[in-house]
Structures are given as C-alpha cells and as structure tokens.
C-alpha cells in the first residue's frame, strides 16, 4: 500500500522496525525543502512575509492534529519533541502539583520507560505510591484487573494505548469511563496508537495524551501534547524562555501567556511542524481505519507463517496490532537481528525499553517485527524464507 511514496523501500529493504520509528515518505522532505529554501524563517517572531508564512504553516498542523484527534480547540494542543518530552511536561507540570504524599499512581509493568521512569522521580519527591495493573496470562491488560488494582487513593492511570512489546490495544474507553467515575485521571501514551488507528480524544473522553510524528512517517524532534482544556489551565510550564511569556521585569514579575504557548518556549521546530502537517493530511487521505484494518490483514498473516517455523516463539500471537514479538530458540535476539540485517531485513532486538516486562513474561530480550501500511505479504514471505534457512544457525556463529 501506497509503497511508491517511500524511497527506501526502493532499495531493496524490508523494514519491519514501524515500532522504533517509521520511514518517512517523499512529501515531507519535500515540504521540509520548501520551508528551509523558499521562507525559512522564525515562527511567531516576526511581522515580515516570510515569518507570518512560516507561522501560519505551523498554526495550520496544529489545526490537523485538532481534527485528527477529534479535539475540540487547536489551543488543547502544544507540539513538543516526542512522547517522552509530552509525558515529561505533563506529570512535572501537571500532577505535580495535583498529587500528595499516599496518592497511588496505577502503571503496568510493559510500559515503556518514557511513561515509568518520570512516575518514578515524582514518586520519590512527593512520596507517591506506585502500583501496577496485573497482566493475564497474555501479558494483556483486562478491565477486571484494571478494577482490582484501583483503590480510594489512586489518583492517576498512566497507561499505554498500545504496548510496544506485547502489543495489545487496550480497553482504553472502559478504562477511562471506570477511572472517571472515581474521580481518577488518566495520562495515554499514544505512541504505538495513534499512527496505526483512529484516536477520537472526545469519544474517548482522554485527559491527556502524548505521541510522536516520527513513529507515524513525521519527522524527528516533534511530538504532540493534547489534553482537556480545563485541564491544560493548570498545567504549568518546566522550560522557560522566549515566546511563552506575555511579560516580565527586573524584580522577577513575570506572567505567562495561555496555551499552548505557555508550553512552547524557545524556537520550535519549525521545519519539522510545517512537514508534520503535510504528513497527517497524508495519512488521513489513506485512512486511519484502512491502515489498522490492513495491518491486522498483515499481522495475521506474519503470525501464521511464523508458526511454520517450530524453533519460533511467539509471545503475543493474538494481540490486535501490527507488532509481533518473537524469539528463535537457541539464538540470541540480538543475533537473530543482525542475522536478517545481512539480507536486508531491519527488526528490533532487545528489551525495547520495557525492562521491567522482564518479571512478567520472564525473558529479558525479544527480537520485535512491528509492522506499517506499506508493508507487504511478500516482505513477510521472504523473511520466513530466511528464518527457514537450515544454515541459520551456522551463519549466525
């Protein structure tokens, strides 16, 4: 699907690494080019042609992501530089100030560590309790275990929309319905989510989610923060500087502006904001739902081909998205990896910043095929015949 647009996949490459980030396609180098050689100039900075362009250019992908996400003001929404920097700004700007010493913080133990390790620092400085929402045998999350671990101090769900491991879609509109109705507020790392399926922030009533452009063919450098807009009114800034500032003075008087300037100091990047735009209108062209129903397709197949392979495990055969995680016994994932390198093949091997998914599924590293829309069965079918290879083993020592 739509594999013309990607040049490296003229090249001879199988790229099967979508979780890590995605290949990018020819239109936003294109409009990237366009900006740097035809108006590159300041957003927001200056009364000239070239920056009121560049500035309407970037306020226009803000607009996008609105009605990608189904948000309902484009001020709900402040561009960042990933996921981890959105997760980061919201629990230091937000919760920070929200949480008490006893409040429990609910996590799951396959969470990246981009939506642990922030909990883990603010935990310590208020004395937070952290818990974690039991997985099935699947190593999925069921809305019973979500019920069984909330109690009267759980303040907050920080959860994955997907895995990036296991992979599973979680029951993300029954989670938040059952949090809401506590009084429980809930962070989503939509990382793996949002590039491969529709997000509809208000059907899902989410309070704040975080995701990057580079996992869904955008640029690097540039993520997104949503969140509710009686929500963001609290939120206070962690980075300071200029254009988030309405004024201030020497005797350290200083008002901030509203959102979402207020968390967008310093020189964005402007390049890589404007090319996001032209990426999402991309992707919408296609269809979230196209994508996600093909990646299944896709999926489904990888998952019976692999079963051919009786020295293959499969540790999340039944999830409903586009990333398979496996093991070759008697070869180290890592092995494995660089093994199907040298026939052009690119996966992931390791613990892909899950390291503590380790208690649960009991093995420290995994070898990760993660799959996109242009993507094909073909592909699939030439990395079986080399998992197939009877020499595999001999290669690899």
Partial sequence: MHREDFNLLNLGIIYFDNGATTLKPKILSEAIGDYYNNY???AHRGDYTLSIKASQKYEETRY??????????ASEIAFTSGTTDS????????????????????????EHASNLLPWFELA??????????????????????VKKSISSKTK??????????????????EIIKLAHSKGILVLIDGAQSVPHLKVDVQDLDIDFLAFSAHKMCGPTGVGVLYGKEELLNDIKPIIFGGGMNADFSHDGRRIYKT?????????????????????????MNIGFDKIHKYEIELKDYLVKRLNEI??????NANSESGIVTINYDGIFPQDLSIYLDKYNICTRAGNHCAKILKEEIHIKNTCRISLYFYNSKEEIDKLIDTLKNPKIKEEII
């Avoid at 996008?64 to 003001?73: C, E, T």
């Avoid at 100030?97 to 799951?108: I, P, Q, S």
């Avoid at 400085?125 to 019973?144: F, P, S, T």
């Fill in 259 to 283: 959102m979402p300037d207020r968390l967008e100091a310093g020189t964005p990047n402007v390049a890589g904001v404007i090319g996001f735009g032209y990426v999402i209108k991309y992707l």
């Fill in 64 to 73: 996008l992501v609105k009605d990608m996400l189904n948000a309902r003001k």
């Fill in 124 to 145: 310590d400085d208020l004395k937070l309790k952290i818990k974690y929402i039991e997985l099935d045998d699947n190593h999925e999350v069921l809305i019973e275990n």
């Fill in 87 to 110: 997760i980061n700004k919201i629990v230091f700007g937000y919760f920070k100030y929200k949480l008490k010493e006893g409040d429990e913080v609910l996590l799951t133990k396959s």
């Fill in 40 to 42: 590159s100039s300041n």
């Fill in 310 to 315: 009786p020295e293959i495990t499969i540790y």
């Fill in 156 to 173: 907050v769900i920080s959860i994955a929309h997907v895995s990036n491991v296991v992979g599973d879609v979680r029951p993300i509109k």
